[in-house]
């Protein structure tokens, strides 16, 4: 399954009601050596993705909680499924 579909099927499950598992927070992130995130949009037809840092956050946020806040700048969709970027700082944007 690709990263994007995820988002796709977690906001499925929640309008049935269903509970999904919450994500690590930017501290647990840190503290494992990565401080880079991939922001995927949340429409699996468009699939654009970024890599960029995740420092501006503070570290009891969990990286689901800011997921509805990005916009994609390809497709204009809001919500984006945002996990962490072992590589961010070396690669660059992922699409």
Do not use: N
């Amino acid at each position: 399954m690709i990263i994007s579909q995820v988002g796709k099927f977690r906001r499925l499950a929640e309008s049935w009601g269903m509970q999904t598992p919450e994500k690590i927070t930017f501290g647990e992130m840190r503290e494992s050596g990565v401080r880079g995130l991939l922001i995927y949009c949340a429409d699996y037809h468009c699939s654009h993705s970024i890599a960029i840092s995740g420092d501006q956050w503070v570290d009891d946020v969990r990286l689901s909680d800011i997921e509805e806040r990005f916009v994609c700048s390809a497709c204009g969709k809001q919500g984006a499924d945002v996990g962490p970027g072992f590589h961010w700082d070396k690669s660059g944007p992922a699409h």
